[in-house]
């Protein structure tokens, strides 16, 4: 069974910076496409970014793109998320996931089969 710990979550004033990571065990971290998401509070869970087996794809939701960046090291079987310039409206609790699935990237909650239990990041203004 595939586990996943999200840690690096907090609180920020805003046009700070936090990076997140996501520690994967229990499976060949290689094979899985990584995801991030956030939910924020009365609000469905959305999609934040993606990246590739390799790390070579990578892709982002309009709302972070190019404040967003997404990177893996599988020798340490983690994913990183780094968001810089972080706004209010980024508060929400952040979770990554994991697949399986044979495409590039994934974009939709469906698509993943494994979550973590979320890291909170709270943005002041």
């Known amino acids: 069974q595939v586990q996943l710990v999200e840690s690096g979550g907090g609180l920020v004033q805003a046009g700070g910076s936090l990076r997140l990571s996501c520690a994967a065990s229990g499976g060949t971290f290689q094979l899985f496409v990584m995801g991030w998401f956030r939910q924020a509070p009365g609000r469905e869970r959305e999609f934040v970014g993606a990246?590739?087996?390799?790390?070579?794809?990578?892709a982002y939701s309009d709302p972070v793109k190019g404040r967003a960046t997404i990177s893996r090291d599988n020798a340490k079987s983690t994913v990183y998320l780094q968001m810089n310039s972080l706004k209010p409206e980024d508060t929400a609790v952040y979770y990554c996931?994991?697949?399986?699935?044979?495409?590039?990237?994934?974009?939709?909650?469906?698509?993943?089969?494994?979550w973590g239990q979320g890291t909170y990041i709270t943005v002041s203004s």
């Open positions: 990246v590739g087996r390799t790390g070579l794809n990578t």
């Open positions: 996931a994991a697949t399986a699935g044979t495409r590039l990237l994934y974009r939709n909650t469906w698509d993943y089969d494994y």
